[in-house]
């Protein structure tokens, strides 16, 4: 059987402590995420990282993990490859689920939301800022395609390279960019002893607009 952990003791989350804007919640939990340090001087790998989830269009849920590079009054924003299986789910089915589990901190937090893809400017932007080669990587990868063996993956990235020799400029191919999830949920979770763990959820109220609903959810 898989070992259960004891229990949890890192924190707790109280409803007058929650800002009233789940985006300034959010940082504020972020921030906590990338400055923490826990026993043994541990920190957590790459608090960042969030699993994405979309639907197809016969509603199979997918899910996978991604990189969350900014956080916006607008939303969250992660990069990927729009022709890849994410990104083509995404265009048709604007919607997404994103879940951070914090793991050392005993925290979760989930985001729910409507999706669209950055301009080409913002992707550019990101795009060209990344190094050489990691350019080269994701502008080549026929993302969630199947491919014969890692040499046709080696031998795609050196045909890439070629083109690009003499430090000709790496341009983004429409196929890669951005995407923003614009939140209309939010839920924080933080561990607690025996099982109660606290748990608010922010959902937007029906006028939409900036209010939100607060409310407590059991464990
Ligand atoms: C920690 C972690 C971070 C990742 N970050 C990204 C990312 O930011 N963008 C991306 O396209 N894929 C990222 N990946 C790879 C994806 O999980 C996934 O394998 C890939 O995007 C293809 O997904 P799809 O076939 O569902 O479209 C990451 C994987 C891991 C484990």
Not at 14 to 36: I, N, S, T, Y
Not at 134 to 150: C, H, K, M, N
Not at 153 to 166: C, S, T
Not at 203 to 217: F, K, N, P, V, Y
Request: proline residues 6%; hydrophobic residues 35%; contains cysteine.
């Amino acid at each position: 059987m898989v070992q259960d952990r004891s229990d949890y003791r890192v924190g707790s989350l109280e409803r007058e402590g929650l800002d009233p804007d789940p985006l300034a919640q959010f940082r504020r939990w972020f921030d906590e995420a990338k400055a923490f340090v826990g026993e043994g001087g541990l920190r957590l790998v790459e608090p960042e990282a969030m699993a994405l989830a979309s639907v197809d269009g016969s509603g199979q849920p997918h899910v996978r993990m991604v990189l969350l590079r900014e956080i916006r009054p607008e939303g969250l924003v992660f990069f990927t490859n729009y022709e890849s299986d994410k990104g083509v789910q995404l265009l048709a089915q604007p919607r997404a689920a994103l879940c951070f589990h914090w793991d050392r901190m005993e925290r979760q937090v989930r985001v729910e939301g409507s999706v669209s893809p950055l301009t080409p400017e913002e992707s550019d932007a990101y795009f060209l800022a990344r190094p050489r080669k990691s350019r080269i990587a994701s502008a080549s990868s026929p993302q969630s395609r199947v491919v014969e063996d890692r040499r046709a993956l080696q031998r795609i990235f050196e045909e890439w390279e070629a083109r690009f020799e003499d430090g000709a400029e790496v341009p983004r191919p429409d196929h890669w960019g951005g995407f923003i999830v614009a939140p209309t949920l939010f839920e924080f979770w933080q561990g607690r002893r025996h099982r109660l763990h606290d748990r608010f959820r922010y959902s937007q109220a029906e006028s939409g607009g900036t209010d939100w609903r607060i409310e407590r959810l059991a464990p």
